[in-house]
């Protein structure tokens, strides 16, 4: 089968550039090619392809329908901040998580509620992000570990702390053993995407857009000790499909967080 995409390098990158590049070539399973001068479009025609992920000094990127998808904090910076200043982040509020808490988020994406998350649960929690799209994982993973732009010790605590798992949720959950972890969260794209969400964009041409199945909200019941947590459009349908019987959100927000407790779980 041909490959939808290839792996190649910056215009000026050298040894340690390649060497990534191979390496994210022979686990992504696509082709390592040569830059040679070619821009992405030529790159994109040259090969038949539709999209190219781009090794460069500064960062890595994918490209594709003339976009650029590469990883940072996003949102985590401000909603870290405003945690810190006491106001409601309403994704914590739906999980009640606190410190030394285990959160599995089983749609990782570009991993913004994995950060906030893990800034929550500290040093004594865990959070595990599942991401069934090997660019999003490699994008998320390499930048987690590597983007240093104006970050504060606080959030690079954080994100030193999200462990990437590259897998289908739903096979990732079913090898879990029951209540592994205290909350299992999802945040699948939304059945009607939000029109005014330019950062989503990218994000939607390698993303998993497979709606969430009722088995995998059954099989994150059995997993968590406390809560599973679905993320989605505040008008949207998907919480009474899946069981979401409890929706909390702010009053203006476009996005609400469905709620499903165990019992035993507390508020």
């Known amino acids: 089968m041909q490959a939808t995409y290839v792996v190649t390098t910056g ?21 390592l090619v040569p830059r040679r001068g070619l821009s992405i479009p030529a790159l994109i025609n040259k090969y038949k392809i539709s999209g190219v992920l781009v090794v460069s000094s500064r960062r890595v990127s994918f490209f594709c329908n ?21 106001k409601t982040d309403w994704m ?10 285990w959160v599995l988020d089983c749609t990782l994406g570009l991993g ?16 595990v992000g599942v991401e069934s799209s090997p660019v999003l994982a490699v994008l998320v ?15 690079l605590a954080a994100m ?15 090898n879990l053993a029951s209540e592994s972890f205290d909350v299992v969260y999802f945040d699948p ?3 009607k995407p939000l029109q005014k969400s330019k950062a989503i964009g990218p994000v939607r041409l390698v993303a998993n857009p497979a709606p969430l199945s009722i088995q995998a909200v059954e099989e994150a019941i059995r997993v968590a000790r406390r809560r599973v947590v679905m993320k989605e459009t505040r008008d949207s349908g998907e919480f009474a499909r899946l069981g979401f019987t409890r929706v909390l959100g702010g009053k203006y927000s476009p ?6 407790e165990k019992k035993g779980g507390t508020d």
């Open 11 to 31: 215009h000026r990158s050298g040894a340690p550039e390649l060497e990534l590049a191979a390496r994210l070539s022979l686990w992504l399973g696509v082709p």
């Open 66 to 86: 003339g976009e650029e998808l590469f990883w940072h904090p996003s949102m985590a910076k401000l909603r870290i901040k405003e945690i810190k200043a006491g």
């Open 92 to 101: 914590i509020e739906a999980m009640g998580l606190q410190p030394g808490g």
């Open 112 to 127: 913004t509620d994995a950060i906030v998350a893990s800034f929550v649960v500290g040093n004594q929690g865990r959070v």
């Open 141 to 155: 993973q390499h930048g987690l570990k590597t983007y240093r732009d104006h970050v504060s010790r606080e959030l």
């Open 160 to 174: 030193a702390r999200v462990e990437v798992v590259c897998a289908d949720h739903l096979s990732y959950l079913k």
């Open 189 to 191: 794209m939304f059945r």
């Open 255 to 260: 996005v609400a967080y469905g709620i499903i």
